[in-house]
T-cell receptor
Framework: SQKIEQNSEALNIQEGKTATLTCNYT??????LQWYRQDPGRGPVFLLL?????KEKRKERLKVTFDTTLKQSLFHITASQPADSATYLC????????????FGQGTTLQVKP | DGGITQSPKYLFRKEGQNVTLSCEQN?????MYWYRQDPGQGLRLIYY???????QKGDIAEGYSVSREKKESFPLTVTSAQKNPTAFYLC?????????????FGSGTRLTVV
């Protein structure tokens, strides 16, 4: 069966450290993978997109890697801040015709001062 | 400012009642989507629409209905046939050339059965 898995356990780190979140998938061949941030009671906000032929993408303190052999994406936040505390969702584009996204369940990050 | 407006923010439904969730966007996006989010689960696709007067079922369409009479509007009706409707409902849209952009989401509607 097709699955997207993110670490369901919350990630707690100290301010200033690098947070690393994992997204694994099976039985998909996505052309794109996206990462979103979701705050409690709010809709997700788009952060980054990485294509299957890209190994790494950066945006300010964010870095995403995409390994289609391992079927895994890693999402890094460097120099983390308490304001980075949120739930982070990965999403796969499974249909280029429809733009349909399949989402993981999200990993909650807590950055402590 | 452009964006997606969902209303109401909170909605309470009695057993056997149909309710309609509103989703309006002023981003001029062609595609619109409805997702359902339950605690500890990923977003699950209910319905999506790529153009006016056309829409397709997602993975969990049973008990739901939609319409797309205007580009800006994509309302979702939760019917009495939906046996477990309590959830957080999210509407999203994406622009032309959607492969290269993420979705824009609304703030969500929290539906509770009472």
């Amino acid at each position: 069966s097709q699955k997207i898995e993110q670490n369901s356990e919350a990630l707690n780190i100290q301010e200033g450290k690098t947070a690393t979140l994992t997204c694994n998938y099976t039985n998909y061949s996505p052309a794109y993978l996206q990462w979103y941030r979701q705050d409690p009671g709010r809709g997700p906000v788009f952060l980054l997109l990485i294509r299957e032929n890209e190994k790494e993408k950066r945006k300010e303190r964010l870095k995403v890697t995409f390994d289609t052999t391992l079927k895994q994406s890693l999402f890094h936040i460097t120099a983390s801040q308490p304001a980075d505390s949120a739930t982070y969702l990965c999403a796969l584009l499974i249909s280029s015709n429809t733009g349909k996204l399949i989402f993981g369940q999200g990993t909650t990050l807590q950055v402590k001062p | 400012d452009g964006g997606i407006t969902q209303s109401p923010k909170y909605l309470f439904r009695k057993e056997g009642q149909n309710v309609t969730l509103s989703c309006e966007q002023n981003l001029n996006h062609d595609a619109m989507y409805w997702y359902r989010q339950d605690p500890g689960q990923g977003l699950r696709l209910i319905y999506y629409s790529q153009i006016v007067n056309d829409f397709q079922k997602g993975d969990i369409a049973e008990g739901y209905s939609v319409s797309r009479e205007k580009k800006e509007s994509f309302p979702l009706t939760v019917t009495s046939a939906q046996k477990n409707p309590t959830a957080f409902y999210l509407c999203a849209s994406s622009p032309p050339g959607q492969l290269f952009y993420g979705y824009t989401f609304g703030s969500g509607t929290r539906l509770t059965v009472v």
